[in-house]
């Protein structure tokens, strides 16, 4: 139960930095530092982890898409993607 509330807490923490960020410097920041370990969290076999991802995930969408300058840490996804380790859901 400790590990589900340890793991809600650093999301919780991550989902402030990324909403505390003012300028698109800051946002593509915690972006490029947060996203790829906050997508492997998506494997989480608890539910209330992976629903926590998906509102960051939203959040950071929202965020991302009124901004065009802030860049997403591409190499790391794509090196994310051809895991052959990762689960399905986060490929």
């Known amino acids: 139960m400790a590990n589900i509330t340890d793991e809600l ?3 919780d923490r991550v989902f402030f930095r990324i909403g505390a960020a003012e300028t698109d410097e800051q946002l593509q920041n915690a972006v ?3 996203l790829p370990p906050v997508l ?8 209330g982890v992976r629903k926590k991802v ?8 929202k965020r991302i898409k009124s901004r065009p300058l802030v860049q997403l ?5 794509i090196l994310q993607y051809q895991d052959p380790s ?3 859901f986060v490929t």
């Open 32 to 34: 490029l530092k947060f």
């Open 73 to 77: 840490p591409v190499e790391a996804l």
């Open 54 to 61: 998906m509102e960051l995930l939203v959040h950071v969408n």
């Open 9 to 11: 807490t650093l999301l």
């Open 86 to 88: 990762a689960s399905l």
């Open 40 to 47: 492997l969290k998506l494997s989480s076999e608890q539910e």
